[in-house]
């Protein structure tokens, strides 16, 4: 029992540890079917951004008492310096160190959301890709730092979360992109199509001459 007593930060900060790296997976699943370029369509299921955003919040949180907890830990006494500055703590530097990168990416990208207005949408989508690498990072930190990575109770639920979130980002890095085609490039008849699509109107919309291209046919 004294044992315990004395480990305790150490059981916590584990546990929490594991916590974080296990939310940090659902979100990315949460992120990947909520986001543009989907690898799955979800049809009327498919509104799961707040899902997503609960899932980044719990995981900011889960992190942050993972490095705090491990303060109290008389054994380790990281310091603050050790649970701050990447490859400075004396228990497996490389690993904590990775942990510790992967933590900083994994809280300022997640609330990163919430200053998307003041750091510009298109460059918020750009920088939100990562977080991908950084969670990639955090499960690198917890099969390597981790003092129970070789127990069937860790690999199992952490398996369980992070393969699904694997398969669906390279679904979604698999995709090909294309681009639509513009509109010197439509046949007469799609954009007639699209025009009576639109106005619920048949018939034809008249059209005028590109003067860049006298053969294309373009609507007013």
Known sequence: MSGTGTHVFWILSRGTGIAAIMLASLSVIAGLLAGRGRPLKLGRFGEIKPLHEALSVATIVMVTAHGLLLLGDPWLKPGLTGITV????????????????SGYGLILLGLSYYVRRWIGVARWRVAHRFVA????????????????????????????????????????????????PSVNKKTRSSIEFDYAEKTGRGGTRPYRTASSDPGARIPR
């Open 86 to 101: 990447p490859f400075q703590m004396a228990f497996q530097p490389f690993w904590t160190g990775v942990g510790i990168i």
């Open 133 to 180: 690498v950084f969670w990639i990072l955090g499960l690198f930190h917890t099969f390597g730092a981790g003092t129970d990575a070789g127990e069937l109770w860790l690999q199992v639920p952490v398996a369980a979360t992070a393969i699904p979130a694997l398969v669906l980002l390279g679904m979604r890095f698999g995709v090909k992109k294309t681009d639509g």
